[in-house]
């Protein structure tokens, strides 16, 4: 079945510890990124990926990182979490070509940090 | 700067009843325009597209939103709501330079008895 996997579902951690949410698809999307989505704020892209060690910056990537190491894996890092980023995360893949820009989400992360 | 804007941030239809959520973008190139639900503490699914062609589009779940170029916005469209259909529902207009999808904040859609 054609999916895109986050771990954890929830995740619950304390200002500072560094965590990682592990993102896997089985498309061979090139294209993948990282959401967060806030009450009234719909989703904003926090960083993307056009293709294996090609990362750049969407438009809130303050105090986040990211990897592609491989194709099928895009995991969001936070080094040294706070509180305002208690948010519910979603990563997305896309096929690249022209005008197809549809995007296939995971189930979402939710975390919150104390 | 491209937005999404859903004016709407809470809609009440009574079961059986029409719906029409509204969304209006700013882009200065042709959009690429999307509508996904969100159920509660679900992930988002695609509810239909627009990328060219035809401008009334049938998606899922009895669905159809219709792209009007003039008045840029692209409204989605139900004749008669089914109780399953409270969720969160989300414009998003997606850039070609750099596939970006660009979100509106979310209409949260509940129906009545």
């Known amino acids: 079945e054609a999916q895109v996997t986050q771990n954890p579902r929830y995740l619950i951690t304390v200002t500072g510890k560094k965590l990682t949410v592990t993102c896997s698809q089985n498309m061979n999307h090139e294209y993948m990124s990282w959401y967060r989505q806030d009450p009234g704020l719909g989703l904003r892209q926090i960083y993307y990926s056009m293709n294996v060690e090609v990362t750049d910056k969407g438009d809130v990537p303050e105090g986040y990182k990211v990897s592609r190491k491989e194709k099928r894996n895009f995991p969001l890092i936070l080094e040294s979490p706070s509180p305002n980023q208690t948010s519910l995360y979603f990563c997305a893949s896309t096929p690249l070509g022209s005008g197809n820009t549809e995007a296939f989400f995971g189930q979402g992360t939710r975390l919150t940090v104390v | 700067a491209q937005s999404v804007t859903q004016p709407d941030i809470h809609i009440t239809v009574s079961e059986g009843a029409s719906l029409e959520l509204r969304c209006n973008y700013s882009?200065?190139?042709?959009?690429?325009l999307f509508w996904y639900v969100q159920s509660p503490g679900q992930g988002l699914q695609l509810l239909l597209k627009y990328f060219s062609g035809d401008t009334l589009v049938q998606g899922i779940k009895g669905f159809e939103a219709e792209f009007k170029r003039s008045q840029s916005s692209f409204n989605l469209r139900k004749p008669s709501v089914h109780w399953s259909d409270a969720a969160e529902y989300f414009c998003?207009?997606?850039?070609?330079?750099?596939?970006?999808?660009?979100w509106g904040a979310g209409t949260k859609l509940i129906i009545k008895p």
């Open positions: 998003a207009v997606g850039m070609d330079s750099n596939y970006q999808l660009i």
């Open positions: 882009y200065g190139a042709t959009p690429y």
